[in-house]
Each structure stands twice: as structure tokens, then as C-alpha cells.
């Protein structure tokens, strides 16, 4: 297949290596795929991808290219070369290091996300400090339910597959019962396990009189200031000087 063909099918994105961030490593991998569902040769490959270099990996690649190419190099060669000038060296040690500091802030699910990928990005991390690392991340309600389990321990995808149907069940749990005339602003509606989440007092349905002062009536006013809610009638979109029920005479509701 023609090199432009290869290119000309798929919005390829390019590779500048000014920033570590770009994760070479990864980049290649996304490459191959790419190149392997076309069924492409490995010396199609080699003759596309530096055409997908830019600015400091495009500098890196004429350098290199006149000597490459005399020692016959191949792809294998070519994609250990941009490993070898691209990646970050401390790419391992960072993502251990990230690792063993993660802990779950919100839902299940996204510090599931989270520490997939940053195991991948750790490399060697074993199956059994995989599960340990886990499990110290999870929060303590969730901890002390694999401390009591021992048998829901045996792989990290058992792990993480039972840490979210919990949490998720909790969550619902916690949706299902919370108190009579309580509910959630706009979102700020918790996720699973935030369970340090607090329920926030909506005014109630004919609870002002005129004239009236609740005796939380700066509470109220303070979470209206902190959501942008008009301080007379308690929804968005206007202030207390323009509110349309106060204008038209009408008692708030």
C-alpha cells in the first residue's frame, strides 16, 4: 500500500517530543494498531510514520535517518530508538510512586480508572501488590469489608468488581433513605462513596411569610450566594433586585 494511502486513512496524530508528556511509548502502540488492522508491512510502516514527526522529533529523525538506514535498520530498531530518546526516564518510578499514593476521593469507578492506569504505566506491578495497592486506596468502609472477606481476594479484577458493586450499592442505599424534605442542589448530587457528603437544607414549599426570618435564614443565604441563586424566590438566572415574583407583588414560595 502506498505510504499516503496508510496516512490518508485515519487522522494519525503527530509526534513532536518536546514534552515527556506525550508518552511515546504509547504513541507507537496507537500506531500499531492502527497499521496492523490495514495490514500494513513493516517497511510501509518505517516509510509513514516520520512523516508524522514534528518540530524536535522531526530534528531527531534527519540527524539519525542517513545512518539508520545504512545499518538497515527496521521497524523494531526505529521504535526503540524513539523509546530511547523520548520516554521519560523516570517514566517507571513516577507512576510507582503515583501509585502508591492514590486513594479514592469520590466513586469506585473513577479510582478504578485512575489506578488502571497507572499500574500500566508502573510496569511490573504484580498481581499480589496490585490487590494490596488497591485495596489501601479504597476508603475505610470498603477496606474493612475485604479485611473481613479474605475470599474476595483472590485477583484485582475480583477486587475491583466487587469495591464497585458496593459502592454502588451504598450509593443507592444512601439516595433511597436520606430524610424527608431533604434533597441535593444542582450538582452537587453525590457520587458512590462520597459518603463524607453532606445533605444540603432546601427551603420548603410555603415555608416564608412575609416579613418572616427563619432562624437559618443566613444559612439559606449563604448557599444562595454560593450557587448564584436570586435571595428572594432561590432559583438561578436573576438577582433579588430583578426577581420577577418580588416585582409582581407576590409572596415567595
Known amino acids: 500500500m502506498a505510504t499516503h494511502q496508510i496516512l490518508k486513512k485515519a487522522q494519525l496524530e503527530h509526534f513532536t517530543g518536546t514534552s515527556f508528556d506525550e508518552q511515546v511509548t504509547l504513541w507507537l502502540s496507537n500506531l500499531d494498531d492502527y497499521y496492523d488492522l490495514l495490514e500494513t508491512e513493516d517497511h510501509e510502516r518505517l516509510s509513514a510514520t516520520p512523516l508524522l514527526l514534528r518540530g524536535t522529533a522531526k530534528i531527531w ?106 459502592d454502588n450499592a451504598w450509593h443507592v442505599h444512601r439516595v433511597a433513605t436520606r430524610p424527608a424534605g431533604r434533597g441535593y442542589t444542582d450538582g452537587s448530587f453525590p457520587q458512590p462513596m462520597e459518603l463524607d457528603a453532606a445533605y444540603v437544607q432546601q427551603p420548603q414549599r410555603g415555608a416564608y411569610s412575609s416579613g418572616a426570618r427563619l432562624p437559618d435564614a443566613d444559612k439559606i443565604k449563604q448557599e444562595d450566594y454560593r450557587l448564584g441563586n436570586c435571595y428572594y424566590c432561590h432559583k438561578r438566572g436573576h438577582k433579588a433586585i430583578s426577581c420577577p415574583r418580588k416585582n409582581s407583588g407576590n409572596a415567595r414560595s
Open 61 to 166: 529523525w534527519q540527524g539519525i535517518r542517513g545512518d539508520f538506514h545504512t545499518n538497515n535498520g527496521t521497524w523494531t530498531d526505529f521504535k526503540q530508538a524513539m523509546i530511547s530518546r523520548f520516554e521519560d526516564p523516570n517514566r517507571v518510578l513516577n507512576a510507582r510512586d503515583e501509585l502508591a499514593r492514590l486513594r479514592q476521593t469520590t466513586s469506585v469507578i473513577r479510582y478504578i480508572e485512575e489506578f488502571n492506569v497507572l499500574r500500566v504505566k508502573a510496569g511490573d506491578v504484580s498481581e499480589p501488590e496490585a490487590i494490596q495497592r488497591f485495596r489501601d486506596g479504597l476508603k475505610p468502609a470498603l477496606q474493612q469489608h475485604f479485611r473481613g472477606n479474605p475470599d474476595h481476594n483472590h485477583s484485582l479484577a475480583q477486587v475491583q468488581r466487587i469495591a464497585g458493586s458496593l
